[in-house]
């Protein structure tokens, strides 16, 4: 299925004006079915469906490891992806109800609940980096996003080492982005716990708490993090840069673990 569409519009430039064709980016509803029970409908683009559907529970705490799923089918044509899984966390089914709607794009629902602060551990090992290799990275990154370049309209997220990008997607949410990626890394048993996320959205402290459930120790953007995300890094040993442009870069927390 194809993430852009053509429409026709009218474009102004100045004083004149012209007919003339152009690409948007796809929004898709997808509806999650966890062991045939309908969980969320999900606004996102239609690619890496089945990296959403994982990363999404595992954010969620429906999942805990690669082991407790059975089987996964996806339904393109009707929007619906199917997962059935051999344990269920039972602990995040009695809260199921207690959803909250966050700052994330489009009014996402995120299963924001107290789980968050029993998975949310403090960074077991630092990762050193230079100033120079994650300004490679971003360089890295800006290359590699070509759905926005085309349409404008999605945010890119990626999972790095000091030197290169091992995943990278695009979505119309931060966090579909940021779970598609998730939800790969587990399905192909990547480690992230020596890794950096690379993301274009500003950093919130659902961002946050994702990459820590995943114990990510860096998070980079090229946008801004919020005061709340701040506390959290700093809480959570995490390495925070924002505004990470050019030669550019803002370092929030955890200042040891940057060389200059």
Same mark, same amino acid.
């Given at each position: 299925?194809?993430?852009?569409?053509?429409?026709?519009? %009218? /474009?102004? #430039?100045?004083?004149?004006?012209?007919?003339?064709?152009?690409?948007?980016?796809?929004?898709?509803?997808?509806?999650?079915?966890?062991?045939?029970?309908?969980?969320?409908?999900?606004?996102?683009?239609?690619?890496?469906?089945? =990296?959403?559907?994982?990363?999404?529970?595992?954010? $969620?705490?429906?999942? &805990? !490891?690669?082991?407790?799923?059975?089987?996964?089918?996806?339904?393109?044509?009707?929007?619906?992806?199917?997962?059935?899984?051999?344990?269920?966390?039972?602990?995040? =089914?009695?809260? /199921?109800?207690?959803?909250?709607?966050?700052?994330?794009?489009?009014?996402?629902? +995120?299963?924001?609940?107290?789980?968050?602060? @029993?998975?949310?551990?403090?960074? =077991?090992?630092?990762?050193?980096?230079?100033?120079? $290799?994650? #300004?490679?990275?971003?360089?890295?990154?800006?290359? #590699?996003?070509?759905?926005?370049?085309?349409?404008?309209?999605?945010?890119?997220?990626?999972?790095?080492?000091?030197?290169?990008?091992?995943?990278?997607?695009?979505?119309?949410?931060?966090?579909?982005?940021?779970?598609?990626?998730?939800?790969?890394?587990?399905?192909?048993?990547?480690?992230?716990?020596? *890794?950096?996320? +690379?993301?274009?959205?500003?950093? !919130?402290? $659902?961002?946050?708490? *994702?990459?820590?459930?995943?114990?990510?120790?860096?998070?980079?953007?090229?946008?801004?993090?919020?005061?709340?995300?701040?506390?959290?890094?700093?809480?959570?040993?995490? &390495?925070? %840069?924002?505004?990470? /442009?050019?030669? *550019?870069?803002?370092?929030?927390?955890?200042?040891?673990?940057?060389? @200059?």
């Amino acid at each position: 299925m194809d993430s852009t569409k053509t429409v026709n519009i %009218i /474009r102004i #430039k100045g004083k004149e004006s012209m007919n003339e064709e152009d690409i948007v980016i796809m929004e898709y509803p997808f509806t999650i079915f966890v062991n045939d029970e309908e969980i969320i409908t999900l606004l996102c683009s239609p690619n890496s469906l089945k =990296e959403l559907l994982v990363g999404f529970l595992y954010s $969620e705490g429906f999942l &805990t !490891s690669f082991s407790d799923i059975d089987r996964i089918r996806i339904d393109k044509d009707k929007g619906i992806g199917y997962i059935y899984l051999k344990n269920i966390n039972k602990f995040n =089914e009695k809260l /199921r109800g207690k959803r909250t709607i966050t700052s994330g794009c489009g009014k996402g629902t +995120l299963f924001y609940n107290v789980l968050d602060s @029993f998975k949310s551990k403090k960074i =077991e090992k630092s990762l050193s980096l230079q100033a120079d $290799e994650i #300004k490679e990275i971003v360089r890295q990154f800006n290359r #590699k996003s070509e759905l926005f370049l085309t349409t404008g309209g999605v945010h890119s997220c990626a999972l790095c080492s000091n030197q290169d990008i091992i995943i990278f997607e695009e979505d119309i949410g931060r966090h579909n982005a940021l779970d598609k990626i998730f939800g790969k890394a587990l399905l192909e048993k990547i480690d992230t716990k020596d *890794k950096i996320i +690379l993301t274009s959205g500003r950093i !919130s402290s $659902e961002i946050l708490i *994702k990459s820590a459930k995943r114990q990510v120790p860096v998070i980079v953007s090229r946008s801004a993090p919020t005061s709340l995300a701040v506390e959290m890094a700093t809480e959570l040993g995490i &390495t925070l %840069i924002g505004f990470a /442009r050019g030669e *550019k870069m803002n370092i929030y927390t955890n200042f040891p673990s940057l060389i @200059f």
